[in-house]
């Protein structure tokens, strides 16, 4: 499946975002879908994910409590609702599909999409 994530964008601290992350095709209800983030010089680190099915949800302590996914299964996509900016949230953020057992895991992940930036400025 292909993955088109959007919404990102420059925000004062303190803010808040949107993330879209729109799928070529239906999401398998084995699936889960995820965000993860890369800033400059770290490596991809989880965020959340959702699972398709049941649409039960898992944080990353970085983030619990200030963001928060949701998925539409009749439109395909997933966003993240992403509130209390900090500048240390500023990254490339990736939504991913995928079936795997664990899913703060990158191998866990089948399908990627292209990222979108978040700049949080202090």
């Known amino acids: 499946v292909q993955l088109q994530a959007s919404g990102g964008g420059l925000v004062q601290a303190g803010g808040s975002l949107r993330l879209s992350c729109a799928a070529s095709?239906?999401?398998?209800?084995?699936?889960?879908m995820g965000w993860f983030r890369q800033a400059p010089g770290k490596e991809r680190e989880f965020v959340t994910a959702?699972?398709?099915?049941?649409?039960?949800?898992y944080y990353s302590e970085a983030v619990k409590g200030r963001f928060k996914i949701s998925r539409d299964a009749a439109e395909n996509t997933v966003s993240l609702q992403m509130n209390s900016l900090k500048p240390e949230d500023t990254a490339v953020y990736y939504c991913?599909?995928?079936?795997?057992?664990?899913?703060?895991?990158?191998?866990?992940?089948?399908?990627w999409g292209q990222g979108t930036l978040v700049t949080v400025s202090s």
């Open positions: 991913a599909a995928g079936d795997g057992r664990v899913w703060t895991r990158i191998v866990d992940y089948n399908d």
């Open positions: 095709e239906p999401i398998l209800s084995s699936y889960h």
């Open positions: 959702i699972s398709w099915r049941e649409g039960s949800t």
